[in-house]
């Protein structure tokens, strides 16, 4: 939970990078499911890595295959 918390604290403060490098580490810790990769996938595209955040919303959707429309970014508005 400490680096979720890391991770949300320096998405606050704009530090996209450190948010990415410490969700990803709460991922890689076991805490795996549609909502935290999405989550993830959202860091990285905040952070200009589109393409981690296309791989990651992949491996998220394998958890939930019946809700593609979890893993919209927002600010893509009229994207599917």
Known sequence: AALK??????AARGDFQAAVDDFRLYVEAGKEDAATL??????YDRNGDTL???LIAERGLL?????????????????K
């Open 38 to 43: 999405k989550h993830l996938a959202d860091l």
């Open 5 to 10: 918390r890391l991770a949300d604290d320096a």
């Open 52 to 54: 981690n955040a296309l």
């Open 63 to 79: 958890y939930a295959k019946a809700d593609a429309d979890h893993f919209r970014f927002p600010g893509k508005k009229g994207q």
